[in-house]
């Protein structure tokens, strides 16, 4: 692959991008994004060994967007059409407002209004409604986890055609305890 610079690099050209699990890609890198969809390529730094991977989107067929708020992405679909046209969101839309789980997201009105602008532009078999994790607490026992869940369902159900869930093994990961330990603690 030839760069913007014009250096050869060895680049991987996956079929499927997955934009992305462990950072959310469409509300904090938009420009970004769209800006590496227009040159062809990016490059992904290996966390592990720090090495840069250049990754073209010459062979790309599908993205997947992983988000809790992708409306930042959304003045960029026209551009994602033109490029790499088949894609579907997995967007998350939990209710955890009132106990502070997710501090950096938009109230949940606001991310119920992106969700149904996002599935009429692309239709609601292309946007996956995500209730990711499923956290059951001292404040959020079974059934109010469960109402939390219908109350979101009602407002979306006319919106998507999949919900996917998971339970949070907080035990695996000790970032998680400590962030949920902490808030514990503040209450």
């Known amino acids: ?3 913007a ?6 680049a991987v050209a996956p079929i499927i991008l997955s934009a992305s699990r462990s950072t959310d890609l469409p509300a904090f890198y938009a420009p970004w ?6 040159q062809g390529y990016s490059v992904w730094v290996n966390p592990f060994n720090r090495r840069p991977q250049y990754v073209s989107f010459a062979r790309a067929r599908v993205i997947v967007f992983w988000s809790k708020n992708p409306r930042p992405l959304m003045q960029y679909l026209d551009l994602v059409d033109k490029h790499i046209p088949q894609y579907y969101f997995q967007f998350t839309v939990n209710d955890y407002d009132r106990e502070g789980l997710e501090p950096h997201v938009p109230p949940l009105e606001k991310r119920v209004e992106t969700f149904k602008r996002l599935a009429e532009r692309l239709g609601p ?3 996956v409604w ?6 059951l607490t001292p404040e959020t026992p079974l059934d109010v986890l469960l109402h939390k869940v219908r109350k979101v369902g009602d ?5 998507t055609r ?8 907080i ?5 998680v305890q400590n962030n949920l330990n902490r808030f514990a603690c503040k209450k």
């Open 162 to 169: 999949r919900l996917v869930f998971s339970f949070a093994d």
């Open 1 to 3: 692959m030839i760069t």
């Open 5 to 10: 610079k014009g250096d050869t690099v060895n």
């Open 125 to 127: 078999h292309k946007v």
């Open 33 to 38: 994004f769209a800006h590496r969809l227009e």
């Open 171 to 175: 035990a695996e990961y000790k970032k």
């Open 130 to 135: 995500r209730f990711d994790p499923l956290i």
């Open 155 to 159: 407002m979306l159900h006319n919106h």
